[in-house]
C-alpha cells in the first residue's frame, strides 16, 4: 500500500490519541482535502495509524494512491499482508464517537481473536 498525505505523531498516554487525533482532522483545510482526493485511488481520504514507538504512533491523514509524491506531502509504503483495514461508520463528533469506539474495539475483540500480532513498528 502507497500513502500520500501528511503526518503527527500522537502520544497514547492517558489515551490522548483520542481527542488529540479528531483536532488534527479539523485542522484539514478544503484545499488539502482536495489535494488529498485528486491522489487518491478511489477511496477518498483515509486515516492511517503507523509505526509505533516512543509510547506512541504516527498518525497519517492521506490517500492510496500510485501517484508520485509532491513535494509537500508525504509518502509510507506498507508491505503487503502487514495491515488490515476497518471501515469507521458513525458519527464523528461529539466525543466518544465512531473513531474512538473502533480503536477500542481493534485492541479489545479483533486483535486478540484475529490471529494477528501487532507489529510494533519503528
Request: aromatic residues 12%.
Amino acid at each position: 500500500m502507497h500513502i500520500i498525505g501528511f503526518k503527527k505523531w500522537f502520544s497514547t498516554e492517558n489515551d490522548s490519541q483520542m481527542t488529540e487525533i479528531p483536532k488534527m482532522w479539523d485542522s484539514v483545510t478544503e484545499e488539502m482535502k482536495e489535494k488529498i482526493t485528486g491522489l487518491s485511488n478511489n477511496e477518498g481520504v483515509v486515516g492511517l495509524c503507523a509505526d509505533m514507538y516512543d509510547g506512541g504512533f504516527d498518525y497519517w491523514i492521506g490517500c492510496m494512491s500510485d501517484d508520485k509524491c509532491p513535494e509537500d506531502l508525504e509518502e509510507k509504503i506498507i508491505p503487503a499482508s502487514t495491515w488490515a483495514v476497518f471501515e469507521i461508520i458513525g458519527p464523528m463528533r461529539p466525543l466518544p464517537n465512531a473513531m474512538q469506539d473502533i480503536w477500542k474495539r481493534i485492541y479489545s475483540e479483533w486483535l486478540p481473536n484475529s490471529g494477528y500480532e501487532h507489529a510494533m513498528l519503528h
